[in-house]
């Protein structure tokens, strides 16, 4: 969902024949999505196997990759990009911390949380560089023209979506097949009651962020 319009834009563009504000609407209707699938998704990762819900999320996420494969409309690739809200967020995030913590216990959670952050920018790395290898060689000769022709772009973007999806799928047999079970001792604790989460909610830390970025963008007027 992230890499293909990030280190492909140009290319996605004229294979979709969509304009920048086009797909900037397309995400807006994942970052909606997201946003409403992160408050049932802290509670289902409660309920359900962390290792199950990972593997169907992945799954999921690369039914979408081929479905993305066939080149829909916008309008399927903003039914697309919504369903993804769901596949990546409601099933995936939750569920990825508490694997995460879980995998850490209670002695290792900051060494479990930092090679949890760390993996994922080096995982990224890794894959947009051979994505980027992926593109070229399909692009063919035509590759460092930089205006290079729509059919080869559909390929080349073809093939990208594809490799993509592959390793969505391998992702989702190695969680599957290594990620432990959760036995009884793992069951999460008591529920959060009404105070507690009045008194997270009053938390000033829980708000800096959103603090810090009213006063960015505050900055950003003044100096403009």
């Known amino acids: 969902p992230f890499h293909v319009p990030r280190y492909f834009r140009a290319s996605m563009l004229a294979s979709f024949e969509l304009s920048n504000t086009a797909l900037g609407d397309i995400f807006a209707v994942y970052g909606v999505t997201a946003m409403l699938a992160y408050f049932p998704g802290g509670v289902l990762a409660d309920q359900l196997s962390a290792r199950a819900l990972l593997a169907l999320s992945l799954l999921a996420t690369a039914a979408g990759g081929f479905y993305l494969m066939s080149s829909p409309a916008p309008m399927g690739l903003a039914v697309l ?17 508490r694997a995460t913590r879980l995998w850490g216990a209670s002695h290792a959670q900051g060494r479990a949380f930092g090679i949890l952050d760390g993996g994922r920018g080096l995982a990224a790395a890794v894959f947009a560089t051979l994505a980027v290898w992926c593109f070229t060689y399909f692009a063919g000769p035509s590759a460092a023209d930089p205006v290079l022709d729509t059919h080869a772009r559909r390929v080349a973007l073809r093939a990208v979506i ?53 006063l960015r963008a505050h900055e950003t007027k003044a100096n403009l």
Do not use: C, K, N, Q
Request: zero cysteines.
């Open 81 to 97: 990009y919504g369903y993804w809200g769901i596949t990546t967020i409601l099933l995936f995030w939750a569920a990825m911390i």
């Open 162 to 214: 594809f490799y993509y999806t592959l390793a969505t799928v391998v992702a989702a047999i190695l969680v599957w097949r290594w990620l432990p079970r959760e036995t009884h001792t793992d069951v999460p604790g008591p529920r959060l009651h009404r105070a507690e989460l009045r008194e997270v909610l009053g938390s000033p830390a829980v708000w800096l962020p959103v603090s810090y970025t009213h």
